[in-house]
């Protein structure tokens, strides 16, 4: 190992006597006395000799007996920053020497240096591409590896022309990776200016992954900017040929295992290749590579999505394509006829995808949306869609962001007119959803309620509209049924768990906002703070609160579920928020009533703490409060109940963190070491008691 770790020292000499005859490592400036050459001279040296020692040690690790990986990625990283380091000190010094004298017999031996460095700019650019190779041959199964070595070789520019044999070899190695096939054939038409050999790759390449939508896309790219550019030459030299002038390695690629096994159909595709490209002296034998691509590779992945992918790359080309545009939009014609989002995407083609107001002050705008119009009415006509509910989702979608967009009043007023009698037509014709249903009521303020009456005649199950038609009746006491007799109604016809948390959800949270709270989903967002600053109001309201949070919890008949505890939590919350005094007793009268008492102690202790952390406030009511709760807790615990203990360590965390805040107490301490003391008595697993135990110590 020390034999050739020498061995590869000594190959650097020259190299670093370079360095030092260039001046490269060392501080830039002119100075003339002999002592500050030797100064220069001892500040050189010493750089020189901190890369020797450098490598030295990197030599070592990579010519050990088992090398790592990370020992060749870290050399190279070295050398990648040197070789960083010296191209910026070469670029400063060589600008600096244009603007100064030569009066210095050193500076001028410096300069004639650098204009015979050569040798210099390529040997660590050299060594990092021997180490990549070097670390490849010992690691050639690793992608990552094969990948930042091309991507270091393209973006720095460091001998991208010697990439071709390498590019093979990754190949060889990974025909199933897309990326080096894309990157060879990258290389081929960039670097070596060979699209023959580009459109081998390519074909070559989905032989083996006919199934790439990746190879196929960038394929099509490539025969589409070679298109434009011969497109483009015609207009200066009519009839003219590309002369093709190769500047690096070629891309050498044995024949792969994986192709014996390819798709008879893509040998086809590469016969049509081949005799397409023999003459292409018009327009139409131009686009014949493109439209062989498009047709093969939707029959290989025919899906919508695709189709798309397609159309983008030829968003931004020359009205050349708008043959090939045309051909798109019919194959997704052909193939997706019945697909109500494709047919939504086909009706609005003649505006943007993109909505923007710009766009709306153009003269076309009015004639290309009357277009769109026309085709949505064509398509809502037309019994082959199988889903109008999402048909007429889209085409709110397509309203809906055209109008956010204009700033024009009369446009905006003519978009809700328009999508008014859509949804007229379609609750017409039963293709009207409840989403939809809601949409058009709150669309016409003036017949909100008589559209969610029907709705309710329509869908008689569902929650949302029935806690919608309940929430108006709070601003609108003439209507024909009082807010009991749509109760009554709607706990009779809804059915579904999920309908009734709908409808109890938009119930029970307009009855809070009616005192002055709010209702909340409690989906990790910290509870408002403020509730714990909030006056007592009127108690007169809390029968009413009681009655239907009762009512919601006995319709659903749903004990411990999602739903339940998030419509407890609504209770208590407002509960604390309102009469804090009087919380313990009503806590009292409901957990006799629900007969749950574990579960609700734990969740009205959580409550109160998350409360009580959201603003360091003392808030002596409440932990008092919550401390009588945990009394109760620990009372309520019976030989059927977890022996886990989780009741005293919430509350020992309660204590520690906010006993103190008790002011007046003095006995945070005792009640903590009385729960510790309780606990271990009470769990199975005393040491995962203790464990837990200490866990609360060291977070609080």
Not at 303 to 315: A, D, N, Q, R
Not at 400 to 411: K, M, P, R, T, Y
Request: charged letters at 25%; one cysteine or more.
């Amino acid at each position: 190992m020390a034999g050739a770790v020498r061995y590869h020292l000594e190959r650097m000499l020259p190299e670093l006597e370079d360095l030092e005859k260039t001046g490269l490592f060392t501080k830039v400036c002119t100075l003339d006395t002999a002592c500050d050459h030797l100064r220069i001279s001892f500040i050189l040296k010493a750089e020189i000799k901190a890369i020797v020692k450098k490598r030295t040690a990197l030599e070592y690790s990579i010519h050990r007996r088992i090398p790592l990986l990370s020992d060749y990625l870290k050399y190279i990283e070295y050398e990648i920053n040197l070789e960083n380091l010296r191209s910026l000190r070469s670029s400063k010094f060589k600008s600096s020497s244009k603007t100064t004298p030569n009066n210095d017999k050193i500076s001028k031996l410096k300069k004639q240096a650098l204009k015979n460095n050569n040798a210099v700019d390529s040997s660590i650019i050299r060594r990092i591409h021997a180490l990549f190779n070097k670390s490849l041959k010992k690691f050639g199964g690793d992608v990552g590896l094969w990948k930042m070595y091309f991507k270091w070789a393209v973006d720095s520019g460091a001998g991208v022309k010697a990439l071709g044999r390498s590019f093979g070899k990754a190949i060889q190695q990974h025909p199933r990776e897309n990326t080096f096939w894309i990157l060879a054939a990258s290389y081929e038409y960039n670097t070596n200016h060979n699209i023959q050999t580009a459109r081998i790759l390519f074909l070559r390449g989905l032989r083996i992954n006919p199934e790439s939508q990746e190879l196929w896309l960038e394929y099509y790219k490539l025969e589409i900017l070679w298109a434009v550019k011969v497109y483009a030459r015609r207009a200066i030299l009519v009839g003219g040929k590309d002369k093709v002038r190769i500047t690096g390695e070629s891309v050498e690629l044995p024949a792969l295992n994986e192709e014996k096994d390819a798709n008879n159909q893509l040998e086809e595709l590469t016969k049509e290749v081949e005799e397409s490209t023999e003459n292409q002296n018009d327009d139409e034998t131009l686009l014949r590579i493109p439209r062989i691509i498009f047709k093969n590779a939707i029959e290989a992945i025919p899906t919508f999505e695709f189709h798309l992918k397609f159309l983008s790359v030829l968003s931004s080309q020359s009205p050349l394509f708008a043959p090939l545009i045309t051909e798109m939009y019919d194959s997704i014609s052909k193939h997706f006829l019945t697909s109500p989002i494709v047919r939504s995407f086909l009706a609005s083609k003649t505006l943007p995808s993109i909505p923007t107001n710009d766009y709306t002050k153009r003269t076309n705008f009015v004639a290309n949306l009357k277009s769109c119009v026309h085709e949505f009415d064509k398509v809502f006509c037309d019994d082959t869609v199988v889903d109008k509910y999402k048909l007429l989702e889209e085409f709110e979608k397509f309203v809906d962001g055209w109008s956010l967009v204009s700033e024009s009043a009369e446009l905006r007023k003519y978009f809700s007119t328009l999508l008014a009698k859509v949804y007229s037509r379609s609750f017409a014709n039963g293709d009207i959803s409840p989403a939809s249903l809601l949409n058009w009521s709150k669309l016409e303020s003036s017949e909100t309620l008589e559209i969610l009456k029907l709705g309710t005649d329509k869908f008689p199950g569902n929650g949302m509209i029935w806690g919608e038609l309940i929430s108006l009746s709070f601003d609108n006491g003439s209507q024909q049924l009082s807010i009991s007799e749509i109760e009554s109604l709607a706990k009779s016809k809804i059915a579904g768990v999920d309908e009734k948390f709908n409808f109890w959800k938009r119930y029970f949270g307009r009855v809070l906002e009616k005192y002055g709270g709010s209702w909340s989903d409690f989906d990790g967002e910290a509870a408002d703070d403020d509730a714990m600053e909030t006056e007592e109001n009127d108690p007169t309201c809390i029968p009413e609160i009681q009655r239907i949070f009762k009512s919601a919890l006995s319709h659903t008949q749903l004990a411990h579920s999602t739903f339940s505890t998030v419509v407890i939590k609504n209770f208590l919350f407002f509960i604390i928020g309102t009469t804090p005094s009087n919380f313990l007793p009503i806590l009292s009268e409901f957990i006799s009533w629900y007969g749950r008492s574990q579960y609700v102690y734990s969740l009205a202790t959580t409550l109160i703490m998350d409360l009580l952390k959201s603003k360091s406030t003392k808030n002596v009511q409440l932990i008092t409060v919550t401390r009588k709760l945990f009394d109760l807790w620990v009372l309520s615990l019976g030989e059927k109940d977890e022996k886990d203990g989780r009741v005293f360590l919430k509350a020992i965390e309660f204590e520690m963190t906010f006993g103190g805040m008790y002011v007046g107490s003095g006995g945070e301490l005792q009640r903590e070491l009385d729960f510790y003391y309780k606990g271990r008595k009470w769990v199975d697993n005393e040491e995962e008691f203790l464990r837990q135990y200490e866990v609360i110590k060291m977070s609080v």
